[in-house]
């Protein structure tokens, strides 16, 4: 009888990469990613399913998607997540106490958006959508804090990956799980059942507790409290040095990625591409492209650090927009528009676990909320701006080759903007804590 032989390099080097993945801190984050992720299903196309089978009118589903606005908006009530305490449950602490209030408010909704009828009162849809919306974005707020202090420095880019992994795991299970129930037992039924989602941020909050990385705000009372509450995040993050270049590129380096991205639906229907090859690139090889983008991203992090991994994923993501420009001039090809999707999400997953890593390292532990929710704001409202007012026009007048040409130029003042804040050190100067900046 022989011994086993030994584990070989390379499977000991890919057991080394898991390793990561299944410590306590980035599974909480996998469980917190998926309860925030469902809101989101909820009012997006699972209500626009809904409502059109219901037979009202395009305008009226389209005016639904005002209730995202709260996602956009959410900045406003941040700070009141980081300083006031919730009378009777703030004995669990600042974090968690906030975590189940939010839970309780997106179940709440669901449960409500579930029983109201659109054939019988569209006004209270509308009216229970909004509430999902607040609700979903309120707790969008304290998954995001509570995520960011229990991830030790090393483990933001991990983690980041790992809280998109449950984003997208957690949107398109609520999705599918409403529309496989409501053809069997109705959509109150369904949305009753998906509000359950809001389970395993409460699971991840009982286990790991309050984050050991929280630090209270100074205690103040009455107006100056009040004050302090708005004004005290703005004026931590602007007295770094850096500070106002840092939020330059914060608004910037989405722009040239989001005009792409929201306007590949347009290219491919001119292109004639069928909707069965839509869903089956677009959606299906996108969503498995995305994921492997994620974990690349997260070993990327890990092995090079965040500065080279931000640059690196900003990179990839400009040249992404070359592969619409290709495909927009060979015209209607299944292989290039595999090639084009999975190109430009396996770069979008690196980016994002890169960039949200580096979001969360900008902030200060004592408004983790509200400075995640002011800078994660920042970073989509230009380009979507730019998106909705231009993008459109734009397209009409240069055709899509010379547009997608035109976004990879837009994206490029972003990538020079971040490498040239690296050499200058002012990357790791607007770094808040001194911990995460050592391993920057």
Request: neutral net charge; charged residues 15%; glycine residues 10%.
């Amino acid at each position: 009888m022989t011994d086993a032989a030994p584990p070989t390099r390379a499977r000991l080097g890919v057991l080394e990469s898991l390793h990561p993945y299944l410590e306590r801190a980035p599974l909480a984050a996998l469980l917190l990613g998926i309860s925030s992720g469902f809101p989101y299903a909820m009012i997006g196309a699972t209500l626009t399913t809904r409502l059109a089978q219901d037979g009202i009118s395009k305008k009226s589903v389209t005016a639904f998607s005002l209730a995202f606005l709260a996602y956009n908006l959410k900045f406003l009530w941040a700070p009141a997540v980081d300083r006031v305490h919730l009378p009777l449950l703030h004995r669990l602490g600042q974090r968690r106490s906030w975590l189940l209030l939010a839970a309780t408010m997106v179940a709440a909704s669901v449960v409500f958006l579930g029983v109201a009828d659109p054939s019988t009162s569209l006004q209270t849809v509308a009216i229970a959508a909004v509430l999902v919306g607040i609700s979903g974005a309120t707790f969008d707020i304290v998954i995001d804090a509570y995520r960011i202090e229990i991830l030790e420095p090393r483990q933001l880019g991990v983690g980041s990956g790992m809280s998109q992994y449950g984003w997208r795991i957690g949107s398109v299970s609520a999705g599918a799980l409403a529309l496989l129930v409501s053809a069997r037992a109705g959509w109150g039924t369904a949305y009753v059942l998906c509000a359950a989602f809001v389970a395993p941020a409460v699971v991840a909050a009982l286990w790991l507790g309050e984050p050991a990385r929280h630090r209270e705000p100074m205690a103040k009372r009455g107006v100056a409290a009040m004050l302090a509450s708005v004004t005290g995040p703005l004026t931590e993050f602007f007295a770094r040095r850096g500070a106002w270049l840092v939020l330059l590129f914060v608004l910037l380096h989405k722009i040239g990625d989001t005009l792409a991205n929201l306007t590949l639906r347009l290219l491919l229907d001119d292109l004639g591409f069928s909707n069965d090859e839509i869903a089956t690139y677009d959606v299906g090889f996108g969503f498995f492209a995305y994921l492997i983008g994620i974990f690349i991203g997260g070993v990327l992090y890990s092995r090079l650090g965040m500065k080279r991994a931000v640059l690196l994923s900003l990179v990839l993501m400009a040249v992404s927009n070359l592969s619409f420009a290709w495909l927009a001039s060979v015209g209607h090809d299944n292989a290039l528009l595999a090639f084009t999707i999975c190109f430009e999400n396996v770069a979008s997953g690196i980016g994002g676990v890169a960039v949200v890593a580096y979001l969360s390292a900008l902030c200060n532990l004592s408004f983790t909320a509200s400075q995640f929710a002011l800078l994660s704001a920042a970073a989509s409202v230009v380009g979507r701006v730019v998106t909705g007012t231009t993008a459109g026009g734009l397209i009409e007048q240069m055709g899509y080759v010379e547009f997608y040409l035109l976004t990879t130029a837009v994206a490029l003042p972003g990538v020079a903007l971040f490498a040239w804040m690296s050499r200058r050190g002012l990357v790791d100067s607007a770094i808040a804590e001194s911990d995460v900046r050592a391993v920057a």
